[in-house]
């Protein structure tokens, strides 16, 4: 007795063939697809206020320390406090409506709220200090950020980029007197090699604690 | 031309099926239990079991939601029921490789009567293991990373490690013995689509069956591919269980740091499968009285096997004392003699508990008086299934409790979610077992029918005809031929 039609004798082989591929193409592109660098690079919310680094960077020449100023000393590079904006801003254009937030919080005490981009998960344990004094310059992680009138996050942050560096950190340092250099390119340093003794930790309690 | 299927009559061995089994008797005693309507007993079972499941399922849920706190693993206790659990499973889960591959390549033609059902029984307990380590992570949406993924982490497992043999030869066991579960299945499987009245069923049965029609050439490639297939699962009876043991073995706790620990394992999870095996068959076969096909002799012969394994994991456990004594390890010592044997040790109760049932009570089964009474190979069945649990419970918690710094010393209590977990996979195996006599042959037809004397092709002179053959098939036929011959009834 015939209990099915003929047609059907191909459905084994067909339906061995889509099962033997779709796991592997699942994989594959979740492994391809599903990482910050599709999700994070690019990243530019509207902050409360339209602070333009291209700005205050590019165009004046400030350096990152000047508002990050605990980037050499501690884990956060900190986003600096109302005072800070205000050093300047008491004197300069006061009566900006782009500035009126920072006035308001001047006044009220109460902080601007801006928006968190380069995030790290919380059981990530990154150091700023320890990057910058081994010369990996801001531009490494930040991308340019002198021609960046709204921030945008430039890399992926994500742990395979992380071991990338930490297993050949070597192209990514530079003199420790260009950190903050937007400019910077390895040609300006002919005769500066980087340091061979640095053994970045790629041990899961390196940055995992 | 004498045939392997013929029992050698001048060392006193008799047929292996009852007197007056037929091709068509093997047939109808088989197939007719998955065509009934189930007895009142099955949906009573059916039921307790799925609860069971249910309890499971919702002791696992709460184990998502609130984290393997609600367990009673602590420092330095860390492993505990959840890992004796998973040994365990996966040591009930060898008598079926053992029985179908193993024993298949010796020629051991016995096995016909009962390697379906512990392949099935393999199969449902490896599902009931690999539970345990998939809830056992902590955070079991992360469980995926358990396998060597490529991803954006750069991370991969640790390949110095056992955990991640561990995956590898569990997940291979599981393919490999689903898979010649099945090819096994496929000739019986056609035989229920002939035998089918509703159309539904025939085409059910039909799809499974894979087009299967019996005919001589089908035959020899089916016979080439379950050889082939016998050949690949031979070796796993031994990788799996000792891959199973890297996982302490290789770790440098005292108890834990032996390498006795492969064949000790394997002897151990042979042991408990074929307790397993003979637990479950002998409810099954009274219930629904294949006496015929499964007979007293099979039974023998199981319990003698597991006298042997009985004996070969009591010589291990003396074996552990031995080299404890012998290599001047203080800590091991201390361990054994102190920690395990001695009664003022916290858990000597649960070692005494493993002794009695692992070593003692098999050794009934020297006497074949008690070999062949059907209360006594229950009841020790159930013993040893007992005793291997408290092996598995002795090994992890004991070793674990007292550690090297007594500061961290602990106790360990299960809790109530340990236990309903535990209990729970029972009623996942015996809900899917309970299917499966339900749905499926729960005796290899075909197999069975290999082993008459009618199936055995032969020239010679009719002397072995004398045996009485009620079907009167006496021609020089093979099985498959017949086997064809009745598919088409």
Known sequence: MQLFSKSLNKLPIIAGVIGALV?????????????????????APTQPVPYSHRLHVGQMGMDCRYCHSNVEKSAKAMIPPTQTCMGCHAMIRTDSAKLAPVRKSWETGKPVEWVHIHKLPDHV?????????????????????????????????????????????????????EVTNMNWTPEMAAGWAPPDNLNPPTHCSGCHR | MSSVNLPIKSIGETPLTAEGTTFRSITETVSRVTENPAPRGWWIAFLMASSFLGIMTM???????????????????????????????????????????????????????INRFAEAM???????????????VGRAWLAYYMFPLPNEMSIWPNFKSPLIWDIFAVSTYATVSTLFWFVGLIPDLATLRDRAKSPLRRKIYGALALGWRGSNRAWQNYERAYLILAALSTPLVLSVHSVVSFDFATSLIPGWHTTIFPPYFVAGAVFSGFAMVMTLMLVTRAVYGVRSIVMMK?????????????????YAYGMEFFIAWYSGDQYEQWLFFHNRASLDGPFSWAYWIMISCNVLSPQVF??????????????????????????????????????????????????LIDIFTYLGTLGLFFTLFLLFIRWIPMVAISEVKGVLPEADPHHDAHA??????????DEAVGTPAIVAAEAEE
């Not at chain 1, 320890?130 to 742990?159: F, N, W, Y």
């Not at chain 2, 023998?300 to 009985?310: D, F, P, Q």
């Not at chain 2, 005809?465 to 009167?472: I, L, N, P, Q, T």
């Open chain 2, 298 to 314: 099979h039974l023998e012969l199981m319990n003698k096997i597991m006298l042997t394994t009985g004996s070969l994991v009591g």
């Open chain 2, 122 to 136: 393999t199969i449902f307990a490896v599902i009931c293991a690999l539970v345990f380590p998939g809830i056992h």
């Open chain 1, 23 to 43: 796991g592997p193409v699942v994989i594959l592109g979740v492994w391809y697809y599903v990482t910050p660098k599709n999700f994070q690079v690019g990243y």
């Open chain 2, 464 to 473: 072995s005809h004398d045996e009485s053959h009620e079907d009167g098939h």
């Open chain 1, 125 to 177: 344990y990154f150091n700023h200090s320890v990057h910058v004094a081994v010369g990996v310059g801001c531009k490494t992680c930040h991308g340019r950020i002198d021609q960046m009138e709204i921030v945008r996050a430039d890399q992926p942050l994500s742990m395979g980029w992380c071991l990338d560096c930490h297993r050949d950190y070597k192209p990514n340092l530079r003199p420790k007197g």
């Open chain 2, 59 to 113: 002791a696992i849920g709460y184990l998502f939601w609130m984290g393997v706190g609600v367990w009673g693993n602590n420092a330095p206790v860390y492993w505990a029921w959840d890992i004796t659990n998973f040994v365990w499973w996966i040591g009930i889960g060898h008598a079926g490789t053992l029985i179908s591959a193993v024993l298949f390549l010796f020629r051991q033609k016995w096995r016909t009567a």
């Open chain 2, 366 to 415: 020297w006497f074949k008086k008690m070999r062949t009474s059907i209360p006594v190979m229950f009841v020790v069945s159930i013993l040893i299934n007992i005793g291997m649990w408290f092996e598995r419970f002795v090994i992890i918690v004991t070793s674990l409790h007292r550690d090297f710094l007594p500061s961290s010393w602990g106790y360990y209590k299960p809790t």
